[in-house]
């Protein structure tokens, strides 16, 4: 595969089903999320416009809470499987270059494990509906992940510690 086909997604996604928490398993290294970050998760809700509330939350070596809240919308024509994802403010929504692609790649038929990437390969996220998965089934997702361009040599493996950040320490 080279660099100018982008990665294939799954043929739908029931956002009813696909809502709800998942835990970071793993990660491709990016600007916004340190390295250090532990207990990671997302929680996806669906909006009464349709859109989708993003809750990502996670917890800092030294036990800060850190919490980032963003929409995202379902690319038309994708069948849920493409979505454009901005964390910005209201006001600065509107600008085209503050939304990132959020494409599931892999997902399983009970909604509980998911691959997720950027067409241009830079992000990537192994996400589950429990904080640990067998090691088996994370060799199945980063396979997938490599079959479809992704340089795995950065992955940071999210360490779980049974901490999810809790609506009361926000």
């Known amino acids: 595969m080279n660099d100018t086909t982008e990665p294939s997604t799954v043929t739908l996604v029931d956002l009813s089903r696909y809502v709800g928490t998942w835990y970071e398993i793993a990660r491709l290294p990016m600007r916004h999320e340190p ?42 024509g994708s069948h849920g499987a493409k979505l454009k994802v901005s964390f910005m403010p209201d006001g600065l929504k509107w600008i085209p270059f503050t939304k990132g692609d959020y494409w599931i790649l892999r997902l399983d038929n009970e909604y509980q494990v998911v691959l997720v990437g950027s067409p241009d390969r ?33 992955l940071i493996t999210t360490p779980q510690h049974g901490r999810p950040v809790q609506d009361a320490e926000l």
């Open 35 to 76: 390295e250090d970050y532990t207990d990671v998760t997302a929680t996806y809700s669906v909006k009464e416009d349709g859109s989708v509330r993003v809750d990502n939350r996670a917890r800092s070596r030294d036990g800060q809470v850190h919490q980032s809240i963003g929409e995202a919308v379902v690319e038309e």
């Open 122 to 154: 830079k992000y990537l996220w192994l996400l589950a509906r429990s904080p640990q998965l067998q090691p088996a089934v994370v060799q199945e997702y980063l396979a997938t992940a490599r079959q479809q361009g992704f340089d795995l040599d950065d």
